[in-house]
């Protein structure tokens, strides 16, 4: 590995802290222990030198996207279920196969021991409802904090819902949101973003506010729920639907790595059962929070902030019975087809239709929202 530590590099555009001096003077990083690994390459372990704690080390290369990650995760935290961030580096690194040292972002997070969520509630002996209720209850808190705090997640999957430590029982572990590879701060747009599944409501909907936007006639919510918060929250509702039956709310006929039409007419359409076999021994109550989860419509879909206050979440009225979930789970190649539909399914979702684009609040013309706006 070579380093070299180039300027002090302060993003003025991102108020971000990077650190210029070399990451070894502070941790020793083992380079080659892989804690798992995405898109981006293997996540680290790495040791701080002056106390010997162990922490996961992100290399990212550097970019106006890997910055914006960093900023929008950091800015984030600190929060109970959200991943921590400590340090983050800018220095030049070259690893072996590479012909010449290229600028990489090193984020230092906190060490999520117990690895991925699923394949922990795989292990469980008795994975009930009520567990349900209280891991969703943690998930839902990092949302609706993002959400506060104006950002969208935007690829909420399982292998982004990691366990603090390793536990015998789920109930006693905390799970922490990671990867803000996607994430997305709002600015603000009229109506929510739309993507080619939801053209047809969304595009009426947003005409219709144009309409009465140009005309003075309505003041656009100060907050909007914007698209990008509602692919979040139909995440939510495919994690929980998955938690509490072992399969996803839509699947392909035959197995397909692709997206196939068919699959994304079962979206578009919000087709998908509970059949009896999985479901008779859920609570309707949880049913009708996945039922509003899977909303076809973004703006119908529930948002974070009705979640939160649903009465499943409380778990009081969650059955204790043993689900079939971990015994379906179990099988691997499934499971692993799974969540690669569902990252795919995400992928289709964060496309924006550049056909149609909402003017941000800001950039305003109509004379009497400008006036609306100074006023807020
Ligand atoms: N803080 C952490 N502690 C332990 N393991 C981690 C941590 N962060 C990430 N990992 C592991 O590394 C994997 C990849 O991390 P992450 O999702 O952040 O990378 P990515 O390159 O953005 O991945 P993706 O392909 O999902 O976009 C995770 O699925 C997880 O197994």
Redesign the pocket.
């Known amino acids: 590995m070579t380093f070299h530590c180039p300027r002090m590099d302060e993003s003025a555009q991102t108020n971000m802290v990077i650190k210029s001096s070399s990451i070894v003077e502070d941790y020793e990083v083992r380079w080659r222990k892989s ?7 293997p ?1 680290r372990l790495c040791i701080k030198r002056n106390t010997g704690e162990k922490y ?1 080390l ?1 290399c990212l290369l550097d970019s106006k996207k890997a910055r914006t990650e960093v900023t929008l995760h950091q800015r984030c935290c600190p929060h109970p279920n959200i ?1 921590q961030i400590y340090d983050v580096y800018c220095n030049s690194v070259q690893f072996p196969r590479e012909a010449v040292a290229r600028s990489r972002l090193l984020v230092v ?4 021991n117990g690895g ?1 969520l699923f394949d922990q509630i795989i292990r469980e002996r008795h994975f009930t409802e009520k567990k349900a209720a209280a891991i969703t209850k943690q998930i839902v808190s990092a949302v609706f904090h993002c959400h506060s705090l104006n950002i969208a997640h935007r ?1 909420l999957k399982p ?2 819902l ?1 366990l603090k430590e390793k536990s015998e029982d789920l109930q006693n572990v905390t799970i922490k949101l ?2 803000f ?1 996607f994430a997305k701060e709002d600015v603000g747009l009229v109506t929510p973003q739309f993507t080619p599944y939801y053209v047809a409501p969304q595009v009426l909907e947003a005409q219709k506010q144009q309409r009465l936007e140009r005309s003075g006639l309505k003041t656009p919510p100060g907050t909007p729920y914007t698209y990008d918060k509602s692919c979040d929250m139909w995440s939510v509702g495919v994690i929980i639907y998955i938690m509490l039956c072992g399969y996803p709310p839509f699947f392909p006929e035959t197995p397909s790595k692709q997206m196939t039409p068919n699959m994304k007419r079962k979206i578009m359409a919000g087709e998908y059962r509970f059949p009896k076999n999985e479901w008779s021994v859920v609570s309707d109550m949880a049913k009708d929070v996945i039922q509003r989860l899977l909303e076809v419509d973004p703006v119908k879909r529930m948002t974070v902030q009705q979640l939160i206050h649903h009465t499943w979440l409380l778990g009081e009225e969650a059955p204790e019975l043993a689900l079939l979930s971990p015994a379906i789970m179990q099988d691997k190649d499934a499971l692993h087809e799974v969540m690669h539909a569902h990252a795919q399914q995400l992928t289709v979702m964060r496309t924006p239709d550049t056909t149609f684009q909402l003017k941000p609040l800001t950039s305003a013309e109509n004379p009497i929202l400008k006036k609306r706006l100074k006023a807020r």
Not at 35 to 41: A, N, P, R
């Open positions: 804690l798992g690994t995405g898109v981006s390459g996540v996961a992100k991943v997070m906190e060490l999520m991925e690829d292998e982004n990691l990671a990867d590879g």
